[in-house]
């Protein structure tokens, strides 16, 4: 019951809406909660315990309070194709409909 119980409150999993009629970035894990406007989020790398992740914040706060956005990925060779997927298919049509600059490898 116990592992039921954790698996509720900290393993459910997060959704992120990026809604384009209100132009706002949405965040629904029990309820739906409006986290930022597109004018206002930025992306970057956050390195943690040895591995890195991707996340998203506001511009001014975003050392202080950010939302990760994929899996942690390593420099092994299958978490390479990983982050590479994640971002083909996620990141970057994310970030191209919120018209943010990309920095895409050559």
């Known amino acids: 019951m116990g592992?039921?119980?954790v698996d509720l409150v900290f393993r459910v999993p997060v959704k992120y809406?990026?809604?384009?009629?209100?132009?706002?970035?949405?965040?629904?894990?029990?309820t739906t909660k409006k986290?930022?406007?597109?004018?206002?989020?930025?992306?970057?790398?956050?390195?943690?315990s040895g591995g890195y992740y991707y996340a998203i914040a506001k511009k001014r706060s975003q050392f202080i309070?950010?939302?990760?956005?994929?899996?942690y990925f390593s420099g092994s060779k299958t978490s390479r194709e990983?982050?590479?997927e994640f971002l083909q298919k996620i990141l970057y049509p994310v970030l191209d409909a919120l018209e943010q600059p990309i920095n895409r490898p050559l």
Do not use: C, G, P, Q
Request: net charge positive; aromatic share 20%.
């Open 3 to 5: 592992y039921l119980l």
């Open 17 to 30: 809406i990026f809604d384009k009629r209100e132009k706002s970035i949405y965040r629904k894990h029990f």
């Open 35 to 48: 986290i930022m406007n597109f004018d206002e989020m930025t992306y970057f790398i956050n390195e943690d």
């Open 65 to 71: 309070k950010n939302y990760k956005v994929s899996n």
């Open 82 to 84: 990983r982050e590479n």
